[in-house]
């Protein structure tokens, strides 16, 4: 299966593709809209008390946004739809429909770790 690297050029994130790179959106917007160039990793009490099991010795460890961004790489599927979504930011949002399924999945890996 093949996979696309996500990279950073001139201040602007891109997702590679068979055709070539997607812009996605800028480095400051991805960044603001995830909280800042930081994460710490934590862990609820709810959390702790459903999962006993769970290994939470990474509980405080700070990742640096930008390493992760970097780190991610993407199946066909998640680029295709990626590629059609608009780049335009409506209105009443900070980033467009395309910058915010790749937050979405970008704070996906920072809650769960790169697969």
């Known amino acids: 299966m093949t996979r696309y690297d996500t990279f950073v050029e001139d201040g602007t994130v891109y997702v590679g593709s068979a055709d070539g790179p997607i812009e996605v959106a800028p480095l400051s917007a991805v960044v603001d809209a995830v909280g800042g160039p930081a994460w710490t990793i934590t862990y609820?009490?709810?959390e702790k008390a459903r999962h006993p099991e769970m290994n939470?010795?990474?509980?405080?460890?700070?990742v640096d946004v930008v390493d992760m961004l970097n780190a991610m790489t993407h199946g066909e599927r998640f680029v295709a739809t990626l590629a059609a979504h608009?780049?335009?930011?409506?209105?009443?949002?900070?980033?467009?429909?395309?910058?915010g399924l790749f937050v979405g999945k970008l704070l996906e890996?920072?809650?769960?770790?790169?697969?």
Not at 56 to 62: A, I, K, Q, S, Y
Not at 86 to 99: G, K, L, M, N
Not at 109 to 115: A, F, P, Y
């Open 109 to 115: 890996n920072l809650e769960n770790g790169v697969s």
């Open 44 to 46: 609820s009490d709810a």
């Open 86 to 99: 608009p780049t335009t930011v409506p209105e009443e949002d900070t980033i467009s429909p395309r910058a």
């Open 56 to 62: 939470v010795d990474d509980e405080g460890l700070v």
